[in-house]
Each structure stands twice: as structure tokens, then as C-alpha cells.
């Protein structure tokens, strides 16, 4: 069974938005401090938002302001609104625990900003 499983990536122009989702189980929500990470072509998973169990999140600042963390631990499932897209958002986007990956990786969701 896989631990987490994203959706909602895409190609999208620069300027767009695109919202991603993450469903997990009911443990990795109950327990978790929850993160979106971010894998560029040869490059290491980057966190770019995390979100407490509480529900408070943080951001890389290469997104703040235009990215918006948000999870529902009853629904057992995290969002990331991503607006104002720019080239260099494109990825691979995971969700996993924070901080440190302390579950395997899901597949990810591809997000391609180009014009």
C-alpha cells in the first residue's frame, strides 16, 4: 500500500495556477507535521511549504506569497494552491512527512510552468 498518493499536476503557462492534492492514511495525519516537496531535474527533494498539525504552515520563500498550504486531517488529505506560476516552480511535487521523509515516497505529480 502506498503511503501517499499526489494528483492535480500539469502544464500550465507562466502566471497560472495549478492545486494540488495529497491523500495519505489516517496515522500520517493524526501524527505528522506534513510538507510539499520539490524535485527539479537533477536536484534533491526540496521542501517549498510545510503545514504543523495544527494547521500552521511555512514557506520557502521562493513561494511565499504565491503558494497556500492547507490539510484536512479528518478527510486525510493536504492541498497546495499555486498561483502566479513561474518557470522555475516546475517539478516533480511530493508530499511526505516534516521534516525528514519518515514514509516512502509517493509517484509524485508532475507541474510544468513554460509558455
Known amino acids: 500500500q502506498v503511503p501517499v498518493v499526489e494528483s492535480g499536476g500539469g502544464l500550465v503557462q507562466p502566471g497560472g495556477s495549478l492545486r494540488l492534492s495529497c491523500t495519505g492514511s489516517?496515522?500520517?495525519?493524526?501524527?505528522?507535521?506534513l510538507a510539499w516537496y520539490r524535485q527539479g531535474p537533477g536536484t534533491l527533494h526540496d521542501a517549498v511549504a510545510h503545514?504543523?498539525?495544527?494547521?500552521?504552515?511555512s514557506y520557502a520563500d521562493s513561494v511565499k506569497g504565491r503558494f497556500t498550504i492547507s490539510r484536512d486531517n479528518a478527510k486525510k488529505t493536504m492541498s497546495l494552491q499555486m498561483n502566479s506560476l513561474r518557470p522555475e516552480d516546475t517539478g516533480v511535487y511530493y508530499c511526505?512527512?516534516?521534516?525528514?521523509?519518515?514514509?516512502?515516497w509517493g509517484q509524485g505529480t508532475q507541474v510544468t510552468v513554460s509558455s
Open positions: 511526505n512527512t516534516s521534516p525528514g521523509a519518515a514514509v516512502s
Open positions: 489516517e496515522s500520517l495525519f493524526r501524527l505528522y507535521d
Open positions: 503545514i504543523l498539525l495544527d494547521g500552521t504552515p
